[in-house]
């Protein structure tokens, strides 16, 4: 083995490390971010519906279960807790993982996650973007609601730690677009 083997770098994975520019620029794009903190509330109502949904369904087939076993299907309630929190991790992994990179509220209200330098979301941020916005949300409530309005892309704290960004859809965005 010569000396020019031994000081080589292993190849990266995952890309080049050269820096990348952020995607979407408010100021030359504002389509992008038009009316995108209202979108996301209700987008966010949306959302929690649909995760609520079929745990409080769950949680009637226990009762339901627990009346016909003469209580013992009741022992089943510790279980509400962990299948919350799996379904709504697994929720926001699967919706934010798809092509549209959007949640089911996401997709009702035009809206997209994408990363900072523009590349769709996928299943893994999707999930550790649900887990950082629920601990965000527990630890810093006030002040995680005051943050997106300091700065011009509308990030939430949780965007800040994952390096996302939630936009206006390219359909929504063309359409703001022409109006202007």
Known sequence: MTNSDTTREPPRIG???????YAYDPVTQPEYFEGVLSRRLIAFCVDAMMIVGPV???GMFI???GLI????GWMLFWLLSPAFVVW???YNAVTLGSPASATL?????ELEMRTWYGA????LLGAVHAVCFWVS???FTPLVLLVPLFNDRRRLLHDFLVGTVVVNNAQRAAALRRQQ
């Open 63 to 65: 009762f339901i279960f």
């Open 137 to 139: 949300l527990s630890v």
């Open 88 to 90: 709504a991790i697994t």
């Open 15 to 21: 890309g080049s490390d050269t820096a990348r520019p």
């Open 69 to 72: 076993t003469l209580g013992l």
């Open 56 to 58: 409080l369904l769950f």
């Open 105 to 109: 509220g996401m997709r009702l209200m």
């Open 120 to 123: 769709p979301c996928y299943s």
